[in-house]
């Protein structure tokens, strides 16, 4: 079994991930957010950010970071890590992990996290807890990462004790962000990655942005109306997404929905799609199965349209209507085009 000296790692480390345009994701805030409540239960440990990013000026990067909680910021920096590349990252984070020894490492579970953080626990010999929805610290001082298991029916409570770093992925959206402080400010340590072209297995030739019907991303939207088996078809979902259009939301889906091949993935919402927390989340035709509830019942105000009065999603909803999907939601959208016609706005 591979032995570390635990005493020897200090400090709660956060990948800052940034997206397409260069901008620090969601997840990446929400984990600066709560590594300030483990580090409050850790007597202050210092609270870094690693980025990787190509050769040029990070400051704004780094002043962002620092509003978020981060007391230290780790740039690295190399043009070959302009774009995401699973090998050089993996590479990259490990090193560093190796040389600096943090105890904890908090990584978003979005597509980029989930393909380098196994990597980065494989070659370090220590634990991933993976598609944490909480964190927190134990009586021992460890961290103990909180997933669901057993479909969502219970709450694991995962330690890692006798190696570190204490490694885990988080979903987007399961943590509340705080409100930035501009007024807070961070160490910044830069540091010349030395990497081989020839370890650059893939190249990327061009780039397109995932694009959507009604322009918004469930990850990114503040309204989703997600429809399940109640829509019956795939042209049902038409409703819905006129919806989405006069609103300014975005269209999800149940795992039923998406099985049945009437939607894309990348709309799923649930414990095997996406998690959310809009302000306000329509779950039309969805029965509230436990591993949909998973993945939404973060949100703010949950509005439920079902057939069936006895189905589970009334249980979590703030507002239920029993009523046929089809007839429902075009109503809403008749109301809602009325009310933008005589105000200019919604309200």
């Known amino acids: 079994m591979h032995k570390v000296n635990v005493e020897e790692y200090k400090g709660i480390w956060v990948y800052a991930e940034l997206d397409s345009n260069r901008n620090i994701v969601g997840v990446t805030k929400e984990l600066l957010g709560t590594a300030q409540k483990l580090s409050a239960d850790l007597n202050g440990e210092q609270i ?10 990070t400051g704004e990067l780094c002043k962002e970071l620092a509003a978020n909680g981060a007391h230290k910021v780790y740039v690295v920096q190399n043009d070959l890590l302009k774009e995401y590349s699973t090998e050089l990252y993996s590479k990259v984070i490990y090193d560093l992990v190796m040389d600096k020894k943090p105890s904890i490492l908090l990584i978003g579970a979005t597509t980029e996290g989930r393909d380098f953080a196994p990597r980065i626990s494989f070659r370090a010999y220590t634990g991933l807890t993976a ?7 134990n009586e021992e001082g460890l961290l103990s990462a909180i997933r669901p298991t057993f479909g969502g029916t219970l709450m694991a409570n995962i330690l890692c004790k006798k190696t570190r770093p204490q490694m885990c992925t988080v979903r987007p959206k399961v943590l509340k962000r ?11 340590e830069t540091i010349k990655a030395e990497l081989n ?49 006069e609103i300014g939301g ?7 929905a998406v099985d049945a091949g009437w939607r894309p993935h990348s709309e799923q919402v649930g414990q095997t799609g996406k998690t959310v927390g809009p302000k306000l989340y329509f779950a039309c035709g969805i029965s509230g199965a436990i591993q949909h509830l998973a993945g939404m019942t973060s949100s703010d ?41 005589s105000t200019g706005a919604v309200s």
Do not use: H, M, W
């Open 48 to 57: 870094c950010a690693v980025l990787l990013t190509g050769e040029g000026d």
């Open 131 to 137: 598609d944490c929805t909480e964190l927190a610290i």
């Open 178 to 188: 705080p409100e930035p402080d501009y007024s807070r400010t961070a160490e910044v």
């Open 197 to 245: 072209p020839a370890d650059l297995k893939t190249k990327i030739l061009d780039f397109k942005p995932y694009q959507v019907d009604t322009g918004v991303r469930i990850d990114e939207a503040e309204v989703i109306i997600a429809g399940g088996r109640g829509l019956k078809c795939a042209d049902n979902f038409a409703v819905l997404e006129e919806l989405a259009r």
């Open 250 to 256: 975005a269209v999800g889906a149940s795992r039923a």
């Open 301 to 341: 105000v949950i509005v439920a349209i079902n057939k069936d009065p006895d189905a589970p999603i009334f249980q979590v909803a703030d507002y239920g209507i029993i009523g046929d999907v089809c007839e429902v939601v075009p109503a809403l959208t008749e109301e809602l085009k009325k009310l933008k016609a």
